[in-house]
C-alpha cells in the first residue's frame, strides 16, 4: 500500500475497506467518508407507492455505445474524472443499461453474476428516480437482486428494505490525500465495490 501511495504521487486515492482492512489504511492515513452497504433479495415491487414513482422516468431509455456522449458529461460531474474507458465497457456487459432526463440526469446498469442480477452504477438526483431505475431493473428478474447502497442515502435503503432486500455486508469507503472530486451526493451505488 506504501509503494502504490508512493506511486500515486500525491494524487487523491480512494477505496473500499472491510472491516478487518480498515485499521491497516487508517494507520496509511486515510479516513473514512462513507459507508456502502449491500442489499441482495428476491425483489418485490407491490408497495402503494410504486406506481406513482414509475412517470417520474418518462423519458427512460436504453444506453448504447454511440450514445454516451450525455451520460459520459453526467459520469465526468458525478465522479469528477474521465471514465469513458469504464462506461463504453458497461455497455458491452450489462444486460440493461438505462438513462433518464433530457439532458441526462440518471442511469443505472444490471449485469448477471452468477444468478445475482447487479444493480450499479446508479446515479440520479433525488431517491425518487433511484427507486423507479432499481424497480425497472428488477423487473422481471426471478432470481435475487444486488445493490450496494452509500450509506449517505438512508431513505434509498429503507425502500429497498421495504421491497424485500436485506442488508448482508458493510464496507466503509475511505480516501487519502484529500477530499474526492465531483458531486458523490447523486452517486447512489458502484458498477462494483472494487471498481467505485
Known sequence: MRYALDEAAGAVV?????AHGRPLYERLGFRAM??????????????????????????LRSVTVAGLGGLGALDLAVFGADRARVL??????????????EPVSGYAAAWAK???RMIG???????RTASVLI???????SGPIRVDIAGQHAELARWAEA???????QTTLMV????LPGDRARLFAPVSVAIG
Do not use: K
Not at 480512494?14 to 472491510?18: E, N
Not at 458497461?90 to 438505462?98: I, N, P, S
Open 14 to 18: 480512494y477505496l473500499t475497506a472491510t
Open 114 to 116: 452468477g444468478d445475482v
Open 163 to 169: 421491497r424485500g432486500l436485506a442488508a448482508r455486508g
Open 176 to 179: 487519502h490525500g484529500g477530499s
Open 34 to 59: 462513507d459507508t456502502s452497504t449491500s442489499y441482495i433479495g428476491i425483489f418485490s415491487a407491490c408497495q402503494p407507492d410504486d406506481a406513482a414513482r414509475v412517470p417520474v422516468l418518462a423519458g
Open 121 to 127: 452504477p446508479l446515479v440520479a438526483g433525488d431517491d
Open 135 to 141: 424497480s425497472t431493473l428488477a423487473r422481471g428478474w
Open 88 to 101: 463504453a465497457e458497461l455497455v458491452t456487459f450489462a444486460d440493461e443499461f438505462l438513462e433518464c432526463g
